[in-house]
């Protein structure tokens, strides 16, 4: 059924209904919101992103850095940088340590030198050193960092002696700093060298020394004898003013295997050197501290030959690793033109009166080793090595000059980089231990078994610091933290966007400690 429906008469207002506003309806006004949206918002968010890619590629480099402070104080570096302190001294006296205690820091570094630093591995004669933009930009970043961390010893490596800009800028920033800073050219003008920097609140350089191996591979090293500026709090009733002896060293790259013997003898002249030093200006046992980038890894015959002389690697004593082959690839600090990632940078320590053997005693058997190991190379066998250095002898032993040809044809001899007459000589009378001129298989076999750490005892405890003086006790250092950056190295996997170096980042914090030592011979 239809019904009519009143309409009631037009008024002479309309009534609209309220409609939500749009953008467009702002956008035909002359506004403020027109002026914000178009000019003010693109540039907050230009800022923004900007801001999160910057802090994205520096957060990965602090990350591992701020487990080093738990307290409170943040460094002012940049805006850009991440709040976390790689490490927090005070700037009197040596408290550097989350709990308190007195203790001294220390980096080493190899910074990858612009002349080696490749830009196109189809082209390898494009080296960084060509673009100033970039070396420049990159160095100042390292040096930001290592202001950053502000460590009491810095050992670099690879240092650009050769750029006088550079070396400058290290030396003009480091100074500023309070840092004392010597550094050392290779020999032959090879443009790169060493750059070791002491800092003064911290360090007196009471002498420092030169070593320059003449070798195959032009390496040098530097050794600073310093004195600690304010005294070690041992206890409430004593104080000492501890001396040490820093080593900054960069060994040749073994570019095959015949080169790691030129290695092994390099250490084997620091360590001579080292002995020769503190005879000469007799000088007490005191810590002794090798820093560098020692071009072998934990399996390698430089490792072994330092552990037998009472050095133990600051990054495995804080992690607790031990020296087999399970420990031996946990960490990485390098990653090499071939491609290869391995762990090459120690901050080696040796305290007073550590067991030793002495010092030809253990060059002999890290020599024997590389004459094992040459062998071994080739498939030899035990007994087959056995018949290959006896050669042609009619009766069942060695004689000297069957023992130097094998070494000859091993490249062991024979070389400008070799072992020398009077070292051949050497290694032959440890070999032939009954003296009569030859070796026998017994003999022969003694070598061939050795093993590197049997003499390795603890003869040095920590000493409880409530009781007195010992006759028999010296100061030396416990490892307290090590810390490798970029974090990930840590777990032995190389980071892609890595780039301020091919080496990674080593840096080891040391407190003081008063240690009971029995002195023995081995």
Same mark, same amino acid.
Not at 19 to 37: D, E, M, V, W
Not at 49 to 59: D, E, M, V
Not at 413 to 435: I, N
């Given at each position: 059924?239809?019904?009519?429906?009143?309409?009631?008469?037009?008024?002479?207002?309309?009534?609209?209904?309220?409609?939500?506003?749009?953008?467009?309806?702002?956008?035909?006004?002359?506004?403020?919101?027109?002026?914000?949206?178009?000019?003010?918002?693109?540039?907050?968010?230009?800022?923004?992103?900007?801001?999160?890619?910057?802090?994205?590629?520096?957060?990965?480099?602090?990350?591992?850095?701020?487990?080093?402070?738990?307290?409170?104080?943040?460094?002012?570096?940049?805006?850009?940088?991440?709040?976390?302190?790689?490490?927090?001294?005070?700037?009197?006296?040596?408290?550097?340590?989350?709990?308190?205690?007195?203790?001294?820091?220390?980096?080493?570094?190899?910074?990858?030198?612009?002349?080696?630093?490749?830009?196109?591995?189809?082209?390898?004669?494009?080296?960084?050193?060509?673009?100033?933009?970039?070396?420049?930009?990159?160095?100042?970043?390292?040096?930001?960092?290592?202001?950053?961390?502000?460590?009491?010893?810095?050992?670099?490596?690879?240092?650009?002696?050769?750029?006088?800009?550079?070396?400058?800028?290290?030396?003009?920033?480091?100074?500023?700093?309070?840092?004392?800073?010597?550094?050392?050219?290779?020999?032959?003008?090879?443009?790169?060298?060493?750059?070791?920097?002491?800092?003064?609140?911290?360090?007196?350089?009471?002498?420092?020394?030169?070593?320059?191996?003449?070798?195959?591979?032009?390496?040098?090293?530097?050794?600073?004898?310093?004195?600690?500026?304010?005294?070690?709090?041992?206890?409430?009733?004593?104080?000492?003013?501890?001396?040490?002896?820093?080593?900054?060293?960069?060994?040749?790259?073994?570019?095959?295997?015949? *080169?790691?013997? &030129?290695? =092994?003898?390099?250490?084997?002249?620091? !360590?001579?050197?080292? #002995? +020769?030093?503190?005879?000469?200006?007799?000088?007490?046992?005191?810590?002794?501290?090798?820093?560098?980038?020692?071009?072998?890894?934990?399996?390698?015959?430089?490792?072994?030959?330092?552990?037998?002389?009472?050095?133990?690697?600051?990054?495995?004593?804080?992690?607790?690793?031990?020296?087999?082959?399970?420990?031996?690839?946990?960490?990485?600090?390098?990653?090499?033109?071939?491609?290869?990632?391995?762990?090459?940078?120690?901050?080696?320590?040796?305290?007073?009166?550590?067991?030793?053997?002495?010092?030809?005693?253990?060059?002999?058997?890290?020599?024997?080793?590389?004459?094992?190991?040459?062998?071994?190379?080739?498939?030899?066998?035990?007994?087959?090595?056995?018949?290959?250095?006896?050669?042609?002898?009619?009766?069942?032993?060695?004689?000297?000059?069957?023992?130097?040809?094998? *070494?000859?044809? &091993?490249? =062991?001899?024979?070389?400008?980089?070799? !072992?020398?007459?009077? #070292? +051949?000589?050497?290694?032959?009378?440890?070999?032939?231990?009954?003296?009569?001129?030859?070796?026998?298989?017994?003999?022969?076999?003694?070598?061939?078994?050795?093993?590197?750490?049997?003499?390795?005892?603890?003869?040095?405890?920590?000493?409880?610091?409530?009781?007195?003086?010992?006759?028999?006790?010296?100061?030396?250092?416990?490892?307290?933290?090590?810390?490798?950056?970029?974090?990930?190295?840590?777990?032995?996997?190389?980071?892609?966007?890595?780039?301020?170096?091919?080496?990674?980042?080593?840096?080891?914090?040391?407190?003081?400690?008063?240690?009971?030592?029995?002195?023995?011979?081995?």
């Amino acid at each position: 059924m239809n019904q009519d429906i009143t309409v009631p008469p037009p008024s002479n207002s309309v009534h609209k209904p309220k409609l939500r506003p749009t953008l467009n309806s702002y956008f035909n006004k002359p506004t403020l919101f027109k002026a914000f949206f178009f000019c003010f918002l693109p540039f907050l968010i230009s800022l923004f992103l900007i801001a999160y890619l910057n802090q994205s590629g520096k957060n990965s480099e602090m990350v591992l850095l701020a487990g080093f402070c738990n307290g409170s104080d943040i460094a002012n570096v940049d805006s850009s940088e991440s709040k976390s302190v790689p490490f927090q001294e005070t700037r009197t006296g040596h408290a550097c340590s989350t709990m308190g205690e007195p203790c001294i820091s220390c980096t080493t570094f190899n910074i990858l030198a612009p002349i080696y630093k490749r830009l196109d591995q189809q082209n390898q004669s494009v080296r960084e050193s060509d673009f100033r933009a970039f070396w420049l930009a990159r160095n100042k970043k390292i040096v930001n960092w290592l202001l950053y961390e502000r460590s009491s010893i810095i050992c670099l490596q690879e240092f650009w002696v050769g750029n006088e800009e550079l070396v400058h800028m290290y030396e003009e920033s480091l100074g500023a700093a309070g840092y004392d800073t010597f550094k050392l050219a290779r020999t032959n003008n090879r443009g790169d060298g060493l750059l070791t920097a002491i800092h003064k609140e911290y360090f007196k350089v009471l002498n420092r020394r030169e070593l320059f191996f003449n070798d195959f591979g032009d390496r040098v090293a530097q050794l600073l004898h310093v004195q600690s500026v304010a005294p070690f709090s041992i206890n409430q009733n004593e104080s000492v003013q501890q001396e040490i002896i820093i080593v900054n060293t960069h060994l040749l790259f073994p570019h095959d295997s015949s *080169l790691s013997i &030129v290695r =092994l003898h390099q250490v084997y002249q620091i !360590l001579q050197y080292l #002995e +020769t030093y503190q005879r000469e200006n007799k000088l007490s046992q005191m810590p002794v501290i090798l820093c560098g980038d020692w071009n072998g890894s934990k399996r390698g015959h430089v490792y072994k030959f330092l552990r037998s002389q009472g050095f133990v690697s600051s990054y495995d004593i804080a992690h607790e690793y031990t020296d087999s082959d399970a420990d031996a690839h946990k960490w990485v600090s390098h990653r090499n033109h071939r491609g290869n990632i391995c762990g090459v940078d120690f901050i080696w320590l040796r305290n007073p009166h550590n067991s030793q053997k002495l010092l030809k005693i253990s060059w002999a058997e890290a020599a024997f080793g590389i004459i094992k190991y040459q062998l071994k190379k080739v498939s030899l066998a035990e007994n087959d090595a056995f018949a290959f250095l006896r050669a042609d002898s009619s009766g069942n032993h060695i004689t000297y000059s069957a023992f130097c040809d094998a *070494l000859r044809q &091993v490249n =062991l001899t024979g070389l400008s980089h070799g !072992l020398s007459f009077q #070292e +051949t000589k050497d290694l032959w009378v440890q070999a032939d231990a009954d003296g009569n001129g030859v070796v026998d298989y017994e003999e022969f076999k003694r070598i061939w078994d050795a093993t590197w750490l049997q003499h390795m005892d603890e003869d040095c405890s920590l000493e409880d610091l409530n009781e007195g003086i010992a006759e028999d006790e010296a100061i030396g250092f416990a490892v307290k933290k090590a810390v490798l950056f970029p974090h990930e190295v840590e777990k032995g996997i190389w980071p892609e966007n890595y780039s301020l170096s091919d080496h990674a980042r080593l840096t080891a914090v040391f407190s003081p400690v008063r240690l009971r030592c029995s002195k023995h011979s081995l």
